[in-house]
């Protein structure tokens, strides 16, 4: 098998060949070619000690010294390079007491976490290919290199990087690596928030995002997401819905991915208007990655508070009262245990906020929630209610449809004609209302907020001139 290195991979490999030094591109690198992806980055590896390797090139830095990693520099580019290395013992499940550099290429592959990524490439010596990673590969498989349950103890986020694993390349986790996670589940309490933050966020964004029942399945959403298990045990018993609680939400962020051009393995389209499916995804080209996720994660938590809220009336019928409010303040929990930034978890707690509001196509109307909900996330909350809407019964989809599609034409109405829609769209200031005669203080805002709801009303009314005028014959 002949892979195409990049130039300044090619470059640094026979460099340290040229030294009197193996070296391999090696990993994920080697995977994402072989299956057709663009590598995120290209790792190398080699026989040289960190010394000898910066001794080789110009411009280095040490960014894991002791670890073994050397980043090399050319024109601008940072290319880590890492020796050989053999694994110390792993005392908190995380990471190695200590690393032993060795010469031997295949016993630092063999401390690899999946066979997939134990793959080592040169021009000189093609493939090394010592694990099955080719056969994995070819059956879509996630299998732990040696023995599954040793490579979990030596860092327990490797279960939760199979499952993601999973998600982004559609592959199923091979029997004996699934039960191990099975029974190595409760060591993944000994990892960091952001670590596992960074493992989920990639797969809720992945094109088999539906893996994450593989999360529930295999008892780990138990140890930081313990309510995914409570949603995915609750039965709605409502006729506009057709899965439990957790089932939904799993499934409307699989809705989300395809808005996004991200092909879903756990989504049938087949129930996706046409009409519909080009308008969501039309509206989610013009949000950027960060959004993406924002919403992805919006999806997984937006029903959060439907089992503490869940009521069933003498009819049988399930209702969950007031549970976008509840449900704001459970994210807002999820999220910073997670450590999310502030922003994101800002918006999604605004989204879950307003997930359930109805929205109209009356431009008077759609003024006033515009402004309630921030104009900034208003794209987002149409993307989220047509991803929720898609995961209901389909039987009731029509009316839905033909409510928050006029809703959206009537709210592209209002962007067109740049209606006022807050404070700082009003053709006056707070200096302008002190200049009128109201003191400093909260009276300044209070008088602009009465200002906002007129011309939420009657825009036409939005000039400096006409507002003042207002304010004489209110004053």
């Known amino acids: 098998m002949k892979i195409i290195l990049p130039e300044g991979v090619s470059y640094i490999i026979h460099k340290l060949e040229e030294n009197g030094y193996e070296a391999y591109a090696v990993g994920g690198c080697i995977r994402d070619t072989i299956l057709g992806r663009i ?20 411009r280095t830095v040490d960014t894991g010294i002791k670890h073994g990693t050397v980043t090399v520099m050319l024109n601008h580019i940072g290319y880590e390079v890492t020796t050989y290395r053999i694994d110390g013992v792993y005392e908190d499940g995380r990471h190695p007491k200590d ?33 099955g990673g080719i056969q994995d590969i070819s059956d879509k498989v996630i299998r732990c290199v040696g023995d599954a ?22 592959f199923r986790i091979e029997e004996e690596t699934r039960n191990a996670i099975i029974r190595h589940v409760e060591k993944l309490s000994l990892i960091s928030a952001e670590r596992i933050r960074v493992e989920l966020s990639k ?40 899965y439990t609680v957790g089932e939904h939400c799993i499934h409307s962020v699989g809705v989300m991915n395809l808005f996004f051009g991200i092909g879903s393995d756990c ?37 959060i508070a439907k089992p503490q809220t869940m009521t069933v009336d003498d009819m049988g019928t399930g209702h969950f009262y007031e549970h976008p409010v509840r449900g704001e303040k459970i994210a807002d929990n999820i999220l910073k245990r997670l450590t999310f930034d ?13 997930h359930d509001y109805r929205l109209e196509g009356r431009k008077r109307i759609l003024r006033r929630a515009i402004s309630k909900i921030g104009s900034d996330i208003m794209p987002m909350l149409f993307l989220v209610q047509y991803a929720d809407i898609l995961s209901q019964n389909p039987d009731t989809f029509e009316e839905k449809f033909e409510k928050l599609n006029a809703a959206y034409e009537g709210y592209e109405q209002v962007i067109n004609d740049e209606s006022p829609l ?53 004053f």
Not at 102 to 116: A, Y
Not at 269 to 288: E, G, L, Y
Not at 342 to 354: E, G, M, Q, S
Request: proline letters at 3%; charged letters at 30%.
């Open 99 to 131: 690393v032993e550099f060795t010469g031997n290429l295949l016993l630092d592959l063999e401390r690899r976490d999946f066979t997939i990524n134990a793959m080592a490439y040169n021009e000189k010596a093609g493939l090394i290919d010592e694990f």
């Open 39 to 58: 590598p995120e980055d290209w790792d190398i590896t080699t026989s040289a000690k960190p010394q000898e390797i910066k001794e080789c090139f110009k």
């Open 149 to 170: 349950g040793k490579r979990f103890d030596e860092d327990a986020l490797r279960m939760l990087r199979a499952v993601r694993f999973s998600g982004q390349l559609s």
């Open 267 to 303: 989504i049938d389209n087949s129930n996706i208007p046409k009409d519909v499916f080009v308008r969501a995804s039309d509206i989610a080209k013009d949000i950027d990655k960060k959004g993406h996720l924002i919403l992805c994660f919006t999806m997984l938590l937006h029903d």
């Open 342 to 354: 502030n922003d994101t978890i800002a918006k999604v707690k605004r989204l879950i906020r307003f």
């Open 203 to 242: 797969l809720i964004i992945s094109k088999n995002s539906g893996q994450i029942y593989e999360i529930y399945n295999t008892g780990m959403s138990r140890i930081f997401l313990p309510e995914l298990d409570a949603m995915m045990k609750v039965r709605q018993h409502n006729n506009h819905h057709i």
């Open 422 to 474: 807050s404070l700082k769209d009003l053709a006056v200031n707070g200096r302008d209302i002190i200049e009128f005669g109201i003191k400093p203080g909260p009276a300044v805002g209070e008088t602009l907020k009465l200002l906002l709801d007129t011309v939420l009303e009657e825009p036409e009314k939005n000039d400096r001139e006409t507002l003042l005028n207002m304010l004489k014959g209110r």
